[in-house]
DNA sequence: TATAAAGTTTAGCCTTGGCTAAAAATATAA
DNA sequence: TTATATTTTTAGCCAAGGCTAAACTTTATA
């Protein structure tokens, strides 16, 4: 079994990859000291789960990938299961199921997978993971991708901040919410976008954590 | 925090308590040498978690007292959740929340005991402390300490050992069974026991982890 | 293109929580 | 009561996963 550390290294070199990981990067989202990243990305080196070139970067090798998502799948099964439960606030989610997801035994990820019904997704509309790390291709496009008037649904948003998920919610945005774009304003730095009974404005920072379909009637 | 290992720790010192707790008896529960059992006495004494006396044993100091019963507080919340939500075997119940008991947050463990109304015990019988630590003085009788022909309702049975259980429970004895005890055979190690339909051998070791008490009509 | 800045790695240290082997204390039996 | 067995502790070791300070690469800038 992987320790609680080694599972958060090779989950983050995943959300940062696929290719070339900065060790300032993952160091700053594990909060260590970059010497801590480089030690650590060198001994999952030794173990074969990361391919590292010295001042390059960093990335999984298909073991490294299939343990990361193992771990992601976990988080995701979680993060569904206490959302249907408890009815804790979408922002709690994440952070519980953070800690929770190196506890989870093989048997109880299957018993909560059944549970559910074998979800796709997580409550933020987060692909889950198969039991052996098969990640659905999705073909959900970034909101800041998208053209003028196009009309969209929202597939997910982003989980990592509970503030933004927060604000998010509030103005109506979130798996499900079918917008439209009305206008890009590169130089005020965001875009404006209409849903049913409101527009609102979203940095572009936002907008490429947001992923969405076109809406199909 | 306390880490896992402290936890693991004062929980055990906890359950082989209250005194005189011997190193070998809490290297054993633990699965480690005796010497690192000693380590370990010696460092949660220096923390004010534990009072140790060498050569004699060990025991818990009232806030290591406190922090060990949040430990089995969560342990049976979350076995009592699980039983409830999804539905393992009562066997499977013990072993993760062994693991998930070290990663629960104030906020879950919280919003777990409101959503199944604070329960008193867990789906064993154990009573389940209080936030705070409070245990409630139970007033459960060894089964092994009974008469005979005594009207009797079993309240606890022991979930350290998944086949005990099971055997246990193949018998009808689980909470909530009324039983008499027919006949003790010293010398032939068990007392007899009738149940509704059935009568029993149990062994004295195992009656002295069942817990009855007197049925009142 | 030389030099400064930024990012990365190395070296060396620390704590936690294990281990074994040996020494010391306590308990048991002759 | 002395000798033996058992239990506990001490001493010294190790790996994991952190840290800081210094050295080394790479990138950006003058």
Redesign the pocket.
């Known amino acids: 079994m992987d ?4 599972e ?2 090779l989950k983050s070199i995943w959300e940062l990859g696929p290719d070339d990981v ?4 993952l ?1 700053q989202l ?14 999952l080196t030794e173990r074969g789960l990361v391919k ?6 960093a990335s999984l090798t298909s073991e490294g990938r299939r343990r990361a998502l193992s771990v992601v799948r976990r988080h995701r099964l979680l993060e569904t299961f206490l959302a249907q439960t408890l009815d804790l606030g979408r922002e709690q989610l994440h952070d519980e199921a953070e800690r929770l997801e190196h506890a989870l035994s093989t048997e109880l990820e299957t018993a909560i997978a059944n549970y559910l019904g074998n979800p796709e997704r997580d409550p933020h509309g987060h692909p889950i993971p198969g039991p052996n790390g098969e990640l659905l291709i999705d073909e959900d496009i970034l909101l800041s991708d998208c053209s003028l008037n196009q009309s969209l649904v929202v597939t997910q948003v982003p989980d990592r901040d509970p503030n933004l998920l927060t604000w998010l919610e509030g103005n109506g945005i979130f798996p499900g919410t079918k917008l439209k774009i009305i206008s890009r304003d590169d130089f005020g730095g965001g875009i404006n976008v209409s849903l049913d009974d409101s527009s609102v404005q979203i940095a572009i920072s936002v907008a490429s954590e947001v992923y969405v379909i076109l809406e199909t009637d």
Chains 1, 2 share one sequence.
């Open positions: 320790s609680v550390a080694v958060n290294y900065a060790t300032q990067d160091a594990l909060n260590v000291a970059p010497a801590s990243a480089t030690k650590m990305v060198q001994r590292h070139i010295p001042y390059k970067g």
